[in-house]
């Protein structure tokens, strides 16, 4: 039987081996899908090790994706732009990297939510490696604007700087929280690490235009304090990034299996399990 992995460290609380093995189901895929911890200073090991097993592929999470980056022998060109790594495929001669997090990201949105994204005014919240995925996916959406603002204003004007080639008819800015201000959009998109501490970036009020969804790629039972404010501040629709989660990992199926399992039941069987506790 085929054998993958999401490989990661901490693993345990890794929800894809159940999202695989839902999509192995409905796809009618034998394949086997585990977690696999690796020490800190142990992935090449590890990867090396699940390979040599007759391993076919990995997920790859926190904090491993810029070394699968630099490991993997050819890379798809959103992994070249994002510069990390969430999926690798192994053949006999090649170790393909790909990322998936900005597609599962924008399928989320765009099928799962109903949001389209052309034509759209966008802030895009963060500049991490979060960010990094999700950029290009988002540019070939062509909303009319997209804005990245970070804590650290130079990390978004370099992103934005470094992605003006890829920008096409989309106008793409990076600047710091308060140079937001009296500025509206129709998706805000909160892809800092601050909800895992419970915590909001400074935004300034006022963001959301009439009809705005507020998504947060952390996710949870309830919602996030980011979801909550901004219902406080006016925003119409607020989501979770479980949708990208399920949507990343059908993403990854999909090349390692050349079929591409349905999310959408898939994640409202798994927002079932998460609210139930
Ligand atoms: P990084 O550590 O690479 O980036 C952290 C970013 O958050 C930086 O831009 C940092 O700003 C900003 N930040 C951290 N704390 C605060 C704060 N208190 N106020 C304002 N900004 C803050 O993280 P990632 O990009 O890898 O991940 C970001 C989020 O996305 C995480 O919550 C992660 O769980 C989620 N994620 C979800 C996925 C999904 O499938 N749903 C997939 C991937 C990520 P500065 O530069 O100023 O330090």
């Not at 200073?41 to 007759?54: V, Y």
């Not at 604007?145 to 793409?172: E, H, M, Y």
């Not at 998109?189 to 006022?206: D, F």
Request: net charge negative; proline share 5%; charged share 20%.
């Amino acid at each position: 039987m085929d054998r993958y992995a999401v490989i990661g460290n901490p693993i345990a609380h890794s929800k894809s081996p159940w999202i695989h093995a839902a999509f192995a189901r409905q796809t009618a895929q034998a394949m086997r899908y585990e977690a696999v911890l690796a020490p800190l200073d142990g992935f090449a090991d590890a990867l090396a090790r699940f390979r040599a097993e007759g391993g076919r592929g990995l997920n790859v999470t926190v904090p491993f994706k810029l070394e699968a980056f630099a490991l993997a022998t050819r890379c798809t060109a959103r992994a070249e732009a994002a510069g990390a790594v969430n999926t690798l495929a192994f053949t006999d001669d090649c170790i393909l990297g790909d990322n998936t997090d900005g597609a599962g990201l924008v399928r989320d949105l765009t099928v799962n939510l109903g949001c389209p994204l052309g034509g759209r005014r966008i802030l895009l919240v963060g500049a991490g490696g979060a960010t990094l995925g999700a950029l290009l996916p988002l540019l070939g959406q062509h909303p009319a604007v997209l804005t990245i603002a970070n804590r650290t204003s130079s990390k978004a004007a370099t992103l934005a700087q470094a992605f003006a080639p890829q920008a096409g008819d989309t106008r793409l800015g990076g600047c710091g929280f308060d140079a937001l201000a009296g500025q509206g959009f129709d998706l805000v998109i909160n892809a800092t690490s601050a909800s895992l501490a419970g915590e909001l970036p400074a935004l300034p009020p006022g963001l959301y235009a009439e009809g705005a969804l507020a998504y947060d790629m952390m996710y949870g039972r309830g919602r996030t304090v980011f979801m909550q404010a901004a219902l406080d501040d006016g925003a119409t629709r607020v989501a979770d990034g479980l949708g990208m989660l399920v949507e990343q990992a059908a993403e990854s199926f999909a090349l390692w299996r050349g079929v591409r399992p349905d999310g959408a039941p898939v994640l409202a069987e798994l927002r079932r399990l998460i609210e139930a506790g």
